[in-house]
């Protein structure tokens, strides 16, 4: 038996340490443009910044005051998220 497990061990690929997995598609698929915490950062601070934003709008602010108000707090949110949610 230990021969066989020996011949398995071997025609197993060893990964390096430190080397990171690939991230190549499987063949005819694009490769992924964001890992899944980005996009669940990304999405939840779009989220926050419109509520943010149509908040703003609907107090007695100018759509200009407005948008920089969604902006300023969905590029908050980012930052928060992206340091809670560990990589």
């Known amino acids: 038996m230990s021969s066989l497990r020996k011949t398995i061990a071997a025609r197993k690929p060893q990964k390096q ?9 499987a063949p005819g698929r694009l490769p992924y443009l964001l890992t899944l915490r980005s ?3 990304f ?4 989220v926050a910044g419109s509520g943010a934003g149509v908040l703003t709008y609907l107090a007695p602010a100018s ?3 407005a948008v ?3 902006l300023g707090a969905c590029a908050a ?3 928060l998220l992206n340091s809670l949610i560990a990589a």
């Open 77 to 79: 949110c980012i930052t």
């Open 63 to 65: 759509p200009a005051q």
């Open 68 to 70: 920089l108000a969604g």
């Open 17 to 25: 340490p430190g080397s990171k997995p690939s991230s190549r598609a």
């Open 43 to 46: 999405m939840v601070s779009c």
């Open 39 to 41: 996009a669940f950062i």
